[in-house]
């Protein structure tokens, strides 16, 4: 099927393009951009009030394939991506089996290709089993598509094998990406400690935990020359760790997840411990909050990333220290940006749209995130202005713990095309 996209406004910061145009694609990839070009025999999308972007990346997610398909599966995890405004998930190992290998990669990229409508990059792991004590198959995963490794859920707490990783993994100009927590300091953590903790009385994990293993890595990173992403970072003193680093030309970039600057601590005594407040990292405090949107807004943050971690209802509804950690992020990660970051004057179109899409792309090495002449027709059409009201209930995820419930957000994705495909059309 051949488009033409007509009359949308353009955003594509990797061609500096913020103007009205016209984007035709023919047989799945971008032919041009232009002002006015005739439709001849392409099928005609008017986008007239839209916003039409290069495809948004999401890259870190959690699919529970193999292994725990009652959370989520290629198909719904893919559905609820497209929805959510997605055309690429890079998606995390720690699943069942772990993804150390190439058979385990191979069966994400095969199952991905037949049965996901987005497009599925695999993180490998960074050990075997993501147990922390050798590496796992790098070079052959490589060889298999995966874009990056990581232990995320684990940190990797033996400095020896981070210091290997980093090393190893230049070869072939991969990130580590980094999931920070001294689990000596922050273990039996349910919530951050502080304030609120000592309220409830819950046993909180440290802003240090996460800043410990943030320098320990930065120093590796800088006395290896490998390339560091710190996945989810929550914390003012880790944002400060990471200013200074890059300034001084260590190779790092870092993520932070929609909920880490919307919500803070306060969220688990309002919301009467609900379990839907419980990830890891935790929710911070409101200078930790606010240091999260100074550096969306300044560039020290690379890129949004949801941590999208579906879990089964029965064990999300156990008392809030026995609960899993983790919640939903794809169907909301973008209107929550839009509402609270682009409507609250604190980014620019360019500078949010390059946070799913440059950005990510450059960091996991991927041919995507413009609308250049040629690549693949991944686009992400928003609607600035679309009042959305979150209903769980009407997610595509498999499964339902998200803490927005009600919440009224403007801004919304509407439609979402993968690789010439209409994915997802929102559009009323
Ligand atoms: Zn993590
Ligand atoms: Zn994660």
New binding site residues.
Partial sequence: MNWLLKGGRVVDPAARLDAVRDVLVRDGKIVRVGESIPADNSRVLDLKGKVVAPGFIDM?V?LREPGREDEETMESGGAAAAAGGFTSIAV?P?TDPWNDSQSVTEYIVSQARSRCPVNVYPIGCVSKQGKGEELAEIGDMVKSGIVAISD??HPVASAHLMRMALEYTRIFGIPVID?CEERSLSCGGVMHEGFHSTLLGLKGAPAASEEILVARDLILAEMTGGRIHI??LSTRRSLEKVREAKARGIAVTCEVTPHHFSLTDAAVAESHYDTNTKMNPPLREESDRQAMLQGLADGTVDAIAS?H?PHNRIEKEMEFDQAPF?ILGLETSVSLALDRLFHAGLLDLTRLVGLYTTSPARILGLERGTLAAGVPADITVLDLEKSVSVDQGGFRSKSRNAPYQGWKLRGAPVLTMVGGRIAFDGRS
């Fill in positions: 870190h959690h995390m720690n995320d859920g999931h996945a989810h941590d971690a983790g």
